[in-house]
């Protein structure tokens, strides 16, 4: 089985993730997490939060999934965010023709290239439907849009979208949310939710969903002066693939400091060099392989049109490299775009240190000599005059001023404009923030945190199965090299912390192991209990779902108030007390202890 | 301002709530939740998780919020999901038809009205549109579907629907999800997330959303063995408002405890006062005012045809009893109709302690008779006699046995019938189990801790501007009798822990007072920072969100290492140390200890 397999197999079989909708056939594209995988995903959001918000001190909002069509105008995804469909002429299958002639060919990237050479590319390559194999040769390659339209209220007068992205419910609200930064830049902006795009052929399970979790980061800064503080992860060593590495026949990801990428000039931006750098530390925090993981530069032909620098963070599963982030500058584009189509204020008023005092031209054209002289074109030469004044005061100089109007030449004695120079006083000025987006794919590192965890190795352990006799595990069924799979996540994302086990099912065994379940759980813990079968099958099922820590209570936890408590990883066990059982769990679980130290 | 006024105008201002897409003229009933307002619904929704599914064992999963058609078909959400809308003729503003009743009218609970009589009821009372008076009389009242539609993947082949609850999810994914519960029951699911109602007309802020959040928890029981552990919740005091008092003119809300109310059986479900029992605790425990809280029984009409008994939780506020959560005995409604119209196994295999041996009378019609005899009704006969062996076998026990097809009678010599009577071992039988469903209005419960939180009143403290001269605070700027606002949130669902202030913002106390804040954040906690302004203005700031604790650096803390911190309830003082601020912070806000202990 391929690492895909494995995991599609676990994670169906365990309740991590499975296809929704399965008695009605399923539908591609929508998965449902199981108990693991929720409990999984929910820590992964919250080490999320920890990081991105909190520590940075950011805030987080919740927006609506669903927005309002002019929203879409404005950010240019009704019209752009297409991707290119070929329908077979025989069994009507829609397939991503990018996708067809990537798979075919030695293309890449073939998401670039304009429709009409994808279809010269189907022809010369004599691509198939891959569901009949008919020939696709001459069919049409058409944009088809990704977004999820629906209607709001009765009728069809308000059409609606689900959002393809959480970030467009920071920037449309962004007047209201500069207030609540009381107006003052920089400052970020995350939301973690649902986001919705209607792929043509969805594939490869939590990879590419057409309902998919993001987390987002919107940080609005100043670019003129504001910085980021780099200092703090300048000696974080990353591993960049720069986009000329990446043209370069020989070229190869190269790992080098923070510091070092932006002095050399690697990261062409300093806030995405900072985000690379804090987004490092917190994926090895959450069990991301990093000995599987790049930063990889976007090529010119992948850059959106407003991105200044752009970069992913791949992680590689099945041999594939799957983006989970991408960091961009974003520059002025989203709040130009919304200050354009909307009606509100997308700038920051930056008050200057000492007002401004500077010099304005105007004009206050005499009217009732301009409406006789030039009739239905007076209020285009007043224009023109307004505009030239501000433009060019020389032109005011001498006795008369012409203006262009309409291709014709338009002269005003100097005298019936009004001209003045004025002195104006300003406070300061409107500034545009910019934006710094690290977007993170929740579902893709759910599925890379899944892949990069799970491993197979022989046990080696030698489980008590009911003797009890002494204060060390007895060994009475030892089960030494029989396989076992095991998912080795970080105790903080782990869906469940500990499992609690009575060795029997009687004696009053199983009263005391519940009330130990309900201690834990009372202390705030994700607690499991099973007492169906031996106990090294016990710890097999918890081994396979990436419980850190197991705990057995056997005869003489009624004697001496013991129990055993033994490693996911090590397989190490240990006798320790239940008096504090909760704070030992606590500081197994943060490493501030191991079971060695017991 | 009427309390809804007061707390929308907080809310806007302070980053709780505001409508969506305001840029854009905003669209009813979509919501933005602020940075505030976004973190008390996580903390909310984690204390929701803590007691319902934590506490309980239960299972939480996570599915899309899109579905396709066939789901909403079994579920019944197609034909019957709708409200009765009424066009105005002049300006084409669509209402709901049961509300202008309710408005205008003495008549509650409309909607249980037929069309009808809506339209009768709407010439009667002479009726007029509300957004321009023009008279609805003779106006047609239609069904109009809530449901959101979209298309799923290229073309309209694939219709579906964002979920009206997150029930559905849990339902359609059964047959999997009881592999999970390793087939036993009971055992419960939960599901916090979005859903969606088409609602005509939007009304009340975050009461009547079109996209709202849910936390429901699906109990899947035994109905002949399974029983709640009541004991657990026998003494909890709960106020009924049974369906009896409500019919009756001088009916009152009853307060009794859970065991009470069963004895009596003014609850009919054991399950349902189960539920009603812990969710009490729980409401009182996120900040609802429980004087402001009862349980309303629905009455016969407002019943959904499938549930035995059900129960709102409802809150006051600004005068009108708003439905925060429903308790549902469901039966088994939802899984026999995903049985019947998907096509997976929806019931639990419940194993006798003993194996059960039963006669079963079967037939085995010899065809060569009866094709000849009964030509193209054959088939039909034979099924008739595998019915009637069934349901009657002493039908079998003349020479003859006559059965009807099509309201023919057919006789058929019971020798050519095959029919015999066998001994069948069975290991136990399919059971389809019951669900009981608590489920949570999210955004309305959020509303109500919010009003029934905000006070105002006299600050009646001393606040320490400047002087520092000793341990005690030395109060130069008293600000007593000074109105103040405060937002009375249980420390649990606060979106901000503690605010810490310099007391300048110069002489190293910003240095001093941000290194303390780094540290509480890194031990956890949501902290807030803030500079600006008195300390007096910066405590009714932190008031007004709810922050239950604010600790100030001053000169002194620079000497002895005392900061001060103050309660936001209270607004009494004390002077701490600094060497374990987190855990006194901790013990603070869990209330192991408080101000008045230091």
Excluded at 147 to 152: Q, V
Excluded at 173 to 188: I, T
Excluded at 456 to 463: H, L, M, N, Q, R
């Amino acid at each position: 089985m391929s690492e895909d397999e494995r995991l599609t197999e676990l994670a169906k079989r365990r309740g991590f993730f499975f296809q929704s909708s399965g008695a009605y056939g399923g539908v591609a594209g929508f998965y449902v997490y199981g108990p693991e995988g929720a409990t999984l995903k929910e820590n992964l959001q919250d080490a999320w939060r920890d990081r991105f918000v909190r520590r940075e001190g950011h805030m987080e909002i919740e927006s609506p999934a669903i927005m309002p069509e002019p929203v879409f105008e404005a950010s240019g995804h009704l019209d752009g965010f297409d991707d290119m469909i070929v329908e077979c002429p025989e069994c009507g299958a829609s397939h991503r023709a990018d996708h067809l002639v990537e798979d075919e060919t030695d293309i890449e990237e073939a998401e670039s290239i304009a429709i009409p050479d994808i279809e010269a590319l189907i022809a010369e390559h004599d691509l198939v439907c891959p569901s009949c194999g008919t020939a696709l040769a001459g069919e049409s390659v058409e944009d088809f849009n990704l977004m999820f339209g629906t209607n709001i209220g009765p009728g069809s007068s308000s059409p609606g979208y689900l959002r393809p992205e959480t970030a467009q419910g920071i920037f449309v609200e962004f007047p209201r949310l500069k207030e609540y930064a009381r107006g003052q830049l920089p400052f970020g902006v995350a939301q973690i939710g649902a986001a919705y795009r209607n792929e043509i052929s969805p594939r490869k399970g939590l990879v590419r969903l057409r309902e998919f979790a993001q987390a987002e980061l919107e940080h609005f800064v100043d670019p003129e002066t504001d910085e980021p503080p780099l200092e703090r992860v300048a000696d974080v060593e990353v591993t960049l693939y720069s986009a000329a590495e990446q043209e370069d026949a020989d070229g190869e990801p190269r790992t080098m400091t923070v510091r070092e990428a932006v002095d050399a000039g690697v990261v062409g931006s300093d806030w995405v060099a900072y985000y690379l750098g804090v987004a490092q530390g917190w994926y090895e925090r959450v069990g991301v392989d990093m000995d599987r993981f790049r930063y990889r530069q976007h090529q010119s032909g992948e850059l959106a049109h407003y991105a200044a620098d752009c970069w992913d963070a791949e992680a590689e599963v099945g041999g594939d490299w799957i983006e989970i982030t991408g960091f961009a500058y974003r520059g002025d584009y989203d709040l130009s775009k919304h200050a354009e189509y909307g009606d509100d204020d997308f700038t920051i008023f930056k008050q200057y240190d000492d007002p401004v005092t500077v010099e304005t031209a105007t004009v206050d054209p005499d009217m009732s000599y301009l409406g006789p002289e030039f009739g239905g074109d007076a209020g285009a030469v007043k224009d023109a005059l307004e505009d030239l004044a501000e433009r060019d005061r020389s032109a005011f100089e001498s006795d008369e001023v012409t203006v262009a109007v309409d291709g014709e030449d338009r002269t005003v004695p100097v005298e019936k404009t009004g001209f003045a120079v004025e002195e104006v006083t300003e406070a300061g000025e409107h500034v545009t923030p910019h934006v710094v987006e690290p977007s993170f794919g929740v579902d893709r590192i759910v599925y890379t945190v899944l892949a990069h965890g799970l491993r197979t190795d022989e046990a080696g352990e030698t489980v008590d199965e009911g003797g009890g006799s002494g204060a060390e595990p007895s060994g009475e069924e030892a089960d030494d090299g029989e396989e076992r799979t095991v998912l080795s996540l970080p105790p903080e994302v782990a869906p469940t912390g500990v499992a609690v086990f009575p060795l029997m099912d009687k004696d009053g065994l199983d009263e005391r192991a519940r009330e130990i379940a309900e201690g834990l759980r009372a202390a705030g813990f994700e607690v499991a209990y099973d007492d169906s079968g031996s106990i090294g099958r016990r710890y097999r099922r918890q081994d396979e779902v990436g419980t850190p820590f197991c705990v057995t209570v056997d005869y003489d936890t009624l004697e001496d108030g013991t129990v055993t408590v033994r490693d996911r990883d090590t397989t190490a066990q240990a006798r320790v007390g239940t008096d504090d059982l909760a704070g030992t769990i606590g500081d197994l679980l943060t490493g501030d202890r191991t079971v060695a130290d017991f």
